[in-house]
């Protein structure tokens, strides 16, 4: 444990730089994909959504309103898939990026102090990972990550949509 600037044990060789570049070019480029997606998403629902509201007010047939909600649950359903691929991918870079922290950047095992002046894992990943560890509420805390408010809220959609074209069918206008 040190409290001031940590060297890594030995400079970064230019094939820890380089494994570095690649794997943070990764992640950058589907933890960006992944919030236009989001963003794209809810564009889309509300296109749906509007979509579904004019068709009631307008007193459309109830089968074609009906198709476009359980259209709208199935782009749902496709969303969420998007995004678990993405987050998987997402894995891939952190699990290499955590590594590369280890064992060519801060080096492993090494503390700083906190704002607070506790103890902690010196590096990002690797911190997230320890404390993911070490807290008991960490269960509940998890549920407020991306990967899975996201998921949740495409899962949502699909299940409003679905709903709604099943009450459309059994309760037409």
């Not at 704002?115 to 549920?143: H, T």
């Not at 990550?145 to 709903?163: F, I, N, T």
Request: contains cysteine; hydrophobic residues 45%; charged residues 20%.
């Amino acid at each position: 444990m040190t409290n001031g600037p940590i060297q890594p044990p030995d400079p970064p060789s230019e094939s820890c730089k380089l494994q570095f570049d690649y794997a943070w070019k990764w992640f950058s480029y589907h933890a960006d994909q992944r919030v236009k997606m989001f963003n794209f998403m809810l564009v889309v629902f509300g296109f749906f959504t509007a979509a579904i509201v004019n068709a009631v007010v307008g007193h459309q047939q109830p089968w074609f309103t009906a198709i476009v909600s359980f259209i709208g649950a199935g782009v749902a359903g496709i969303f969420v898939g998007l995004d678990s691929r993405n987050e998987r991918l997402l894995r891939f870079a952190e699990e290499v990026l955590t590594h590369l922290e280890e064992n060519c950047i801060f080096g492993k095992g090494i503390e700083i102090k906190d704002r607070k002046r506790q103890d902690i894992r010196f590096g990002i990943l690797s911190r997230q990972s320890s404390e993911d560890e070490n807290y008991s509420w960490y269960r509940w805390r998890k549920m407020t990550r991306h990967r899975v408010l996201l998921r949740l809220v495409g899962v949502l959609m699909c299940v409003s949509y679905l709903a709604a074209g099943v009450w459309i069918l059994k309760h037409p206008q």
